[in-house]
Structure formats: structure tokens, C-alpha cells
């Protein structure tokens, strides 16, 4: 959990700001009950992983969030297995 806002409040507050609109965000969390997960998508998530996940979902539901090819494709896989470690590290630190 996030000390003064939770992810839910953030994604509203995201929300709440016209230019933001357009911007997609992803829930990753512990939490899988489908309560949570009506409630992510209710304050704006555009997308829904729970932990453990693996990078295959993460890297599908991007596609699907960001269908420009010119932003997925021009990643290559050591980029991108770089930045998965380098997100993999970040979520560790906040579990």
C-alpha cells in the first residue's frame, strides 16, 4: 500500500485531469478478488495484473493498451528484457 494514496485514489486523480485522460494505467497488485478489480476499473485502470505475473501478460497487455506499432515494435528484446528487470526490481521494493 501507498502511504497517503492508494492506487485506486490515484488513478482517479489521474483521471481527473483532461490531458491525462488518454494515458493508460495498469493495476499490478496482490489483490484478486473481483470486487477490487471492479473497483480498479471503475477509477480508471485500463488494465488489471496480479502478482505473481509474468512478463508474457505484461508485454500482451501493453500491445493491447498501445497498439502503435511504432511504440512496441521498436523495442528490442534485450531493451525490453532490461527494462523488466528494471521493473521487476521497482515492484520488489514495493511489494
Known sequence: AMPQLDGLGA???IRAHAELR???IV???????????????????DGYLTKP????QLH??????LPNEEI?????????TEEATDVTTELS???
Do not use: C, W, Y
Not at 499490478?28 to 471492479?38: E, L, S, V, W
Open 72 to 80: 512496441t515494435s521498436d523495442l528490442s528484446h534485450e531493451e525490453t
Open 60 to 65: 500482451n497487455l501493453i500491445e493491447m493498451l
Open 11 to 13: 488513478a482517479r486523480q
Open 22 to 24: 488518454s494515458v493508460p
Open 53 to 56: 505475473f509474468d512478463f508474457a
Open 27 to 45: 493495476a499490478i497488485t496482490a489483490f484478486q478478488t473481483g470486487g477490487f478489480r471492479k473497483a480498479a476499473f471503475d477509477a480508471g485502470f
Open 93 to 95: 521494493t514495493h511489494k
